[in-house]
């Protein structure tokens, strides 16, 4: 580390022993410089809610799957010689290949459906207060105008 050293390191692959469900954790810091030696100090990490996805963050997470995918099916096509493998060879490395997509589809694109619907029905309700306050708002608007309109 030296000076004006930033680390932010995110640990995604935590089980809870207890829980058996997995945990993300983050840690963010930098270096400081004390007695003419560099050391750790924790820097206070504020993570702000967003109610939509940047297309700039939106992007890989779709390409994400397709990349492994491929990534599948060029390792598939380097082993699977079909002229010169008997049928139970064919057979295991088509099998492993399935398994290897729907590993994939677990792992990745699961989660990502399931993050983009939970994602979906908070903004429904979102739309919904929104509404409800667009509502309230008009009402006290009209209320505004009608007090106005009274003669003096």
Avoid: W
Avoid at 3 to 28: P, W
Avoid at 48 to 77: H, N, R
Avoid at 87 to 97: E, F, I, M, Q
């Amino acid at each position: 580390m030296d000076d004006g050293f930033v680390g932010l390191i995110f640990s995604v692959f935590n089980e809870d022993k207890a829980t058996k469900h997995n945990k993300i954790q983050v840690t963010c810091f930098q270096s400081r410089e004390v007695n003419s030696s560099y050391q750790r100090v924790e820097v206070p990490l504020h993570i702000v809610p967003s109610y939509s996805i940047s297309p700039a963050c939106l992007s890989p997470l779709v390409d994400l799957p397709k990349i492994l995918l491929q990534e599948e099916e060029e390792a598939y096509a380097s082993v699977s010689d079909g002229e010169h493998q008997d049928l139970l060879t064919r057979v295991h490395n088509a099998s492993v290949y399935t398994k290897s997509v729907c590993h994939v589809m677990e792992m990745v694109s699961g989660p990502l459906v399931h993050n983009l619907e939970c994602r979906l029905v908070a903004n429904q309700q979102r739309i919904q207060e929104l509404k409800q306050e667009k509502a309230q708002l008009q009402e006290k608007l009209k209320a505004y105008e009608r007090t106005k309109m009274l003669p003096v």
